[in-house]
């Protein structure tokens, strides 16, 4: 039992990480658009497209971290997640209600927090960085890497702690959010399947991620200006030196504001629409990476399922 557990779960985290892959690379640009205008409060969507439009790479920039990061996250959710629902049925005989499997996804994606962490900051860098000069190289992974750890410290890949605790709930409440309405359309459409349609499972995927981003987006925003704001604060310093104008002592010992600081201050200076700058793009790019994602994982997982499971494919029941 043991055994046919873990290799459901290892199922389970293999389809989910080469879904991811696949979803990321079909949205990665969006991705980054998302992420520029939510790190400099003074771009708006016009800018970044009219950036990029100039400078087509900058559309991908990034990419390998961003799908390094996808991969183990993934991985280590869908494995937590699988394994747990697993343990707790097997603990008490029946599969966990809607608000236990919220908190099993939860606690599977705190667990991947300590891994996945600092390649999300590094790839933050990388898509927000800015060339001082046209033919200045992009910054990559083992520069930006070296750079933060050298000048900011290793507890810098963990500034946004808070923010991303919070945000744990934002692939539970996606997860248990398809599962709960794949349960429904399988009863009502499903015709006695274990697997939606590819048609139903995008359906449902883009429905299931676009709750959860608009609950979370406000600590969304707040996290990915808490990951630059050291960098912004030095281009600030830099640009009022060059104007000669010296920064104060209170201005150089400034440290990274908190979570609800950084909120505070957006709201202070743009408003309370300032908490959901960019919330189109990351809305178009959350949802059609979590419909292709969830579709694609939907069949990739019958595949892998059949390879890792071998005969007891047929007789493993989730």
Excluded at 212 to 218: D, E, K, L, N, S
Excluded at 234 to 259: C, D, F, K, M
Aim: hydrophobic content about 40%; aromatic content about 8%.
């Amino acid at each position: 039992m043991e055994l046919l557990g873990s290799r459901l779960a290892l199922s389970n985290a293999v389809s989910g990480a080469a879904a991811d892959t696949f979803s990321s690379v079909c949205t990665y640009p969006v991705d980054a658009v998302k992420t520029q205008m939510q790190a400099h409060s003074d771009r708006s969507l016009t800018d970044v497209l009219e950036h990029i439009a100039e400078h087509p790479s900058e559309a991908y920039k990034g990419i390998q971290t961003k799908i390094v990061h996808g991969v183990i996250q993934k991985f280590q959710y869908f494995y937590s997640y699988a394994l747990l629902k697993q343990l707790y049925t097997k603990r008490f005989g029946t599969k966990p209600s809607a608000s236990m499997d919220l908190l099993i996804g939860y606690l599977s994606a705190l667990a991947g927090l300590a891994t996945t962490m600092p390649l999300e900051v590094i790839n933050t860098r990388i898509v927000t960085s800015i060339k001082a000069h046209k033919d200045e190289k992009q910054p990559g992974f083992w520069h930006t890497f070296k750079e933060v750890l050298e000048h900011e410290g290793a507890l810098s890949f963990y500034r946004t702690l808070p923010a991303s605790m919070i945000l744990c709930i934002n692939p539970a409440i996606t997860f248990v959010a398809f599962e709960e309405i794949k349960s429904y359309v399988l009863k009502r459409f499903g015709n006695g399947s274990e697997f939606l349609t590819t048609l139903q499972a995008l359906v449902v995927g883009i429905i299931s991620k676009s709750i959860a981003t608009i609950v979370t987006f406000p600590f969304i925003r707040a996290k990915v200006l808490m990951s630059v704001w050291k960098k912004a604060h030095e281009r600030h310093l830099q640009a009022e030196r060059e104007r000669g104008i010296e920064p104060t002592p209170e201005e150089l010992s400034r440290e990274t504001p908190g979570l609800m600081a950084t909120m505070q201050a957006v709201v202070e200076n743009e408003g309370i629409q300032g908490l959901y700058k960019g919330l189109s793009p990351q809305l178009f790019k959350g949802v059609t990476n979590a419909g292709i994602m969830l579709a694609s994982k939907e069949k990739i997982y019958v595949i892998v399922k059949g390879v890792i499971m071998g005969g007891d494919a047929v007789a493993a029941s989730e």
